[in-house]
């Protein structure tokens, strides 16, 4: 079976910085996919690393390692839009993707 | 691209009633993917197809599910008879083939399904 493990709730400042932790077990891996769900929409994408090491894109990295089963997106310089749950995917061998439970973000004033 | 359209957006419905989700993939995505989301369970994968052909039905919970996708642009999903379990909000996803597992999913708006 596959397992993706992210902690529930987080709680940051604006301007601040957070971290967001995965660790997956799984049955082929073919890379590790962050997507953002707003409250009531569908998730979107934001970030892939299939290479252990740290992918920027602005205000958002991602960071991989694959002999460790661990990945954490780095959210920095939070706004308000970013409240959000934030979904850690696994990419299988056979196109699946198998995703954590979510984070929700709560960025307070 | 319009993206990933489903409808209907909200469904309410009776336990028992037989309910059909629609979705268009984005065009030219060989890719489409069923899931699920639920506060209890997260987001579960039902069905993929590749091409118009179900590949792996292995998260279809039981035969009330079926999904069909007679053509690259349109792809059902039905729950006959319905239950009150059923409720969620059930998302439709495309992808493109180039990239092979690795290639990005885009989901739809999803359809939020509440069975009473």
């Known amino acids: 079976g596959q397992n993706i493990d992210q902690p529930t709730e987080m709680t940051a400042t604006e301007g601040a910085i957070v971290q967001i932790n995965c660790t997956y077990q799984t049955s082929g891996f073919n890379g590790l996919f962050w997507y953002q769900q707003h409250a009531g929409e569908a998730p979107t994408f934001l970030s892939y690393n299939v290479l252990d090491g740290l992918e920027e894109k602005g205000r958002f990295s991602s960071f991989l390692s694959r002999s460790k089963g661990y990945s954490y997106l780095l959210l920095k310089e939070l706004q308000m839009k970013d409240s959000a749950s934030y979904l850690c995917?696994?990419?299988?061998?056979?196109?699946?993707?198998?995703f954590g439970a979510g984070t929700t973000v709560t960025v307070r004033a | 691209d319009a993206g990933v359209i489903q409808s209907p957006r909200h469904e309410v419905t009776e336990m028992g009633q037989e309910v059909t989700l629609r979705c268009k993939p984005i065009?030219?995505?060989?890719?489409l993917f069923w899931y699920r989301q639920t506060m209890m369970r997260g987001l579960e994968l039902l069905i993929y197809?590749?091409?118009?052909?179900?590949?792996?039905d292995s998260g279809m919970p039981e035969d009330r599910f079926s999904a069909k996708m007679p053509n690259a642009s349109f792809s059902t999903l039905k729950i006959q008879p319905s239950e009150p379990r059923d409720s969620a909000v059930y998302f439709c996803?495309?992808?493109?083939?180039?990239?092979?597992?690795?290639?990005?999913?885009?989901f739809g708006p999803g359809t939020r399904l509440l069975v009473l």
């Open positions: 995917a696994a990419a299988l061998n056979d196109y699946k993707l198998s």
């Open positions: 065009s030219g995505h060989d890719y």
């Open positions: 996803a495309s992808s493109p083939t180039s990239g092979g597992a690795r290639e990005t999913q885009y």
């Open positions: 197809f590749n091409n118009n052909v179900p590949i792996d």
